[in-house]
């Protein structure tokens, strides 16, 4: 078998599974409920209900980034590139998941100096949704993300962490989890949804933006970096329309 029959083998028996977990799921309590309706109580239909709504999601997520991973690989996802400021673009985001996660503590430490960056601004907030939920997913309730913006320390970057208390990356682990479908084994990991897509997809992305994702980490938390390039002179360069004079 070729190498790339191989692939595309392991590529069929992980997304079978993937998509067959929930729907086993969601079927099975769609049954259940049909066969013993009058027997169920409110609370316990309500609970089924609940059951088939987050493995819904969960699918719906998975397909979504099957998506994505598909048009990263052909050349029909074209970016879009836009002058924007990162803080601006973040905190929508951080709105949003201090929403879905009431009960974390998520921060923003912006550098309201930062310089302007060049960006797809949606593929762009793609990233940021995926390493802010990762952060809130990885980690116990009560305990602080900070989301930091900064200048970095290589000229022509801007720096956003993603700082999490959560369980923490083993260094063996990091160059895996940007790989595709990648998820660690470990009980918090088991207990939340994902198709390990996520940062592969985030880091497929940083890169065609001319960026770097890196990552550091311990038992007591994990800090992602992503580094973008600011818009200069350079950048505006290779801009055809503003290279008419
Ligand atoms: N902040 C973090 N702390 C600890 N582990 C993490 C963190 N972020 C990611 N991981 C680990 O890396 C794996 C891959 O992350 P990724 O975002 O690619 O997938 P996912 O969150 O499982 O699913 P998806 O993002 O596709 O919904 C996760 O399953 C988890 O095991
Ligand atoms: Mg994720």
Redesign the pocket.
Known sequence: MSNEDKQQEDFISTVSHELRTPLTSIRGFAQTMLSSWDVLDDENKKKFIRIIEQQSNRLI??VE?MLSVNKLQSFKDKLVYKTANANALIDPIVQIIKHQYPNHLIEETFNEKIPQILVDVDKFQQIMT??I???A???NDGTKIIVKTDFSTSPDYISIK?I?E????KEE?FDK??TKF?????P??RK???????????RILIEKMNGEISVK?NEN??I?EVFLPVENVENQAIKPFKSTK
């Open positions: 997520n998975l980034n995926n390493l939920e990762n952060a997913k990885y980690s993603i999490d959560g369980i923490g990356i682990d989890i940007f990648s998820r660690l084994d470990n918090l990991t939340v949804q994902g198709s390990g897509l996520g940062l592969y997809i985030s980490s938390g994990t992602f």
